[in-house]
């Protein structure tokens, strides 16, 4: 972003030559975003062994909605622009803190935890971020039309979703030299496309896809279906696409935003406190007396944005814009300039969240650290002693673990 933002101010690139292309770019991050989520989602662990990852995304992501719209009440904005704001920022960046555990010495539960929240939370926020703007270009809030819409919009993408994620499975069984990416991920955008030309969710379509491929193994052993060789390329392959991907699109976000607005400034730091404060909180009272208690200062530090939250900040602007082309309907017009300041809030609370996150996790790992309790420390000497502790840690240390 920051490179994107300096190639702006270099003068190598104008913003306004690239306003036109903020649809595409957003939808086609959107599809990458949607598809590698579900490719990362283990569909049993989800249901079996997230609850507890599930309610902590799901009540913080809630919690920031409504905070973020009495946020935006408080300020004589639109509350449901604020609701958007607080889907948008809800979660946890599920890439960025993959990263994040992955350099850190955390116990496997703990970082079980963060990865299936992170995960969790990403469709989170993408799912709710689509429901309050269908919401807002609607222009009534009565539930009733609302959740049936809604309802038949996510119904329809997730079985085109679906047949289409078990048709490409049973077609692959059929193919001895292993998988073409790029055919997959051709399907892909087209099974967006269909999907929003049958009016049903794009982008619901396109998670459906991805958990169904994620999961092939379990699925094909579930079925009895014959596995093709080579079939796990694909997820090296959609790792470099999605690399690329957000590289790009961070870049472009930084080359489109515009920076120095104070109020949009000050609106990110509140909000960024205010996540903190939830997220603390309810760590705190879904961890209570359970083996991650000791772990909740960590838990609660590792706080990031990412990749979801760049992308949603366009697509409340994108959709409203088109729908006052379509229908002509210029009363939405008076909220395009809140809609507009999310995208420099979004980048405020992507910077902020990683400052944030890389001075707290140090002071929380350390503290951790140092508490704990003196009748343990005999024990931990006594193991540290035997000799298959001494060789597995001498293994580790090849591989770059710190002593």
Request: hydrophobic share 55%; with cysteine.
């Amino acid at each position: 972003m920051l490179i994107g933002y300096g190639i702006k101010l270099s003068g190598f690139a104008d913003a306004k030559d690239f306003v036109g292309m903020q649809e595409l770019f957003g939808s086609f991050a959107l599809i990458v975003l949607l598809f590698d989520g579900g490719m990362c989602l283990n569909i049993f662990d989800v249901i079996f062994k997230s609850a507890r990852a599930l309610c902590v995304g799901a009540t913080i992501t809630l919690i920031s909605m409504v905070a973020s719209a009495a946020l935006f009440m408080l300020m004589g904005f639109n509350a449901l622009t604020g609701a958007i704001l607080g889907a948008v920022a809800g979660g946890i960046g599920s890439t960025t803190t993959i990263s994040i555990v992955k350099s850190l010495s955390l116990p496997k539960q703990i970082r079980n935890f963060l990865t299936l929240e992170s995960s969790i939370t990403d469709i989170f926020s993408i799912i709710f971020a689509i429901v309050l703007t269908e919401t807002l270009v609607s222009g009534t809030i009565n539930f009733q039309v609302i959740f049936s819409g809604i309802i038949g919009n996510f119904a329809i993408g997730l079985l085109i979703g679906m047949a289409a994620g078990m048709g490409v499975i049973l077609l692959f069984s059929k193919i001895q030299k292993g998988y073409n990416y790029m055919m997959t991920f051709a399907t892909v955008i087209l099974l967006y496309a269909v999907t929003e030309l049958l009016s049903g969710s794009g982008a619901i379509a396109v998670l459906a896809f991805g958990v169904i491929l994620g999961n092939e193994l379990p699925i094909r052993k579930t079925f009895k279906i014959a596995l093709a060789d080579g079939s796990m390329q694909i997820k090296q392959f959609q790792n470099e696409i999605s690399f690329f991907i957000r590289t790009f699109f961070f870049v472009f976000l930084g080359i489109i935003v515009s920076l120095g607005n104070i109020q949009n400034l000050a609106i990110a730091v509140i909000l960024m406190a205010i996540l903190y404060v939830i997220r603390y909180f309810v760590i705190c009272f879904f961890t209570l007396n359970t083996e991650l208690a000791e772990h909740k200062k960590v838990l609660a530090a590792i706080n990031p944005r990412g990749l979801a939250t760049a992308v949603l900040a366009t697509y409340p602007l994108i959709v409203v814009e088109n729908s006052i082309a379509e229908t002509g309907n210029n009363s939405l017009s008076v909220l395009l300039p809140q809609l507009a300041s999310l995208s420099e809030i979004s980048f405020y609370l992507i910077i902020l969240s990683l400052a944030f996150t890389t001075i707290l996790v140090p002071l929380a790992t350390r503290k951790q650290r140092k508490e704990i309790p003196e009748e343990k420390l005999p024990v931990i000497e006594e193991t540290l002693k035997k000799p298959e502790t001494i060789e597995m840690l001498a293994n580790k240390q090849k591989t770059g673990l710190k002593k």
